[in-house]
């Protein structure tokens, strides 16, 4: 038999099919993978470096969705806005993924890279540097909380009795579509004029 012209399997197939597993069940293994593809979980340990590898390879597919040329802004609240929209937006399309991606460290080398740019921009800005990293973590507190909501169902209270809550029954009532966007960029902003006040020069 001749070779196929593509091979079996590669770093890219195992993260497209570990990522699917993720999408369905919210966590994944090798065997799993292995069996999806077809091949003995042996051969997925040929290919990467274990199930850490396989994280932080996860973690560079939906990391591939934002965009750091927002960094680029000229000013650093826009650049931190535009980057934080992005990187909900990436993260949104696999809600799934947040809690292994949030719960292991980040080794991936082209995420790492973007942590730098986002570091970088701020320091350029004027920021302290004691202050730079609780200011990303907290806006990467606000993107992930966001990206779940996202995925949730559209009305999260459900009342058996609204005569018992009638407040909370009115403003539900009242409550406008997209309501995770609106909730978003409120929290966006207050997050902002919190950094402009209290942590930019």
């Known amino acids: ?27 994944f293994s090798v065997p799993q ?12 340990y040929h290919h990467v470096d274990g199930r850490d590898g396989i994280v932080e390879l996860l973690r560079e597919r939906v990391a591939t969705g934002i965009d750091a040329a927002t960094l680029d802004l000229p000013h650093w609240d826009d650049a931190m806005a535009a980057w934080a929209r992005s990187y909900r937006s990436a993260f949104a399309a696999h809600p799934r993924a947040i809690p292994l991606l949030m719960t292991s460290p980040v080794r991936a080398p082209k995420v790492l890279h973007q942590y730098e740019k986002a570091v970088g921009r701020l320091l350029d800005a004027g920021f302290a ?6 200011v990303i973590i907290a806006l990467e507190n606000l993107v992930l909380g966001s990206a779940l909501d996202l995925a949730a169902p559209e009305t999260m209270w459900e009342l058996a ?8 029954a009115r403003a539900l009532g009242a ?10 960029e409120l929290a966006l ?10 942590y930019a020069p």
């Open 175 to 184: 409550i406008p579509e997209g309501r995770a966007d609106q909730a978003f």
């Open 1 to 27: 038999m001749g070779r196929p012209r593509r091979p079996l399997l590669d770093r890219e197939r195992i993260t497209t099919t570990a990522l699917e597993i993720v999408d369905e069940k919210g966590e």
């Open 161 to 168: 009795d609204e005569a018992a809550t009638p407040r909370l």
């Open 33 to 44: 993978i292995a069996k999806r593809l077809g091949v003995q979980t042996a051969s997925v």
């Open 129 to 134: 540097l004691p202050d730079v990293m609780p």
């Open 189 to 198: 902003t207050g997050y902002l004029s919190h950094v402009r006040a209290a």
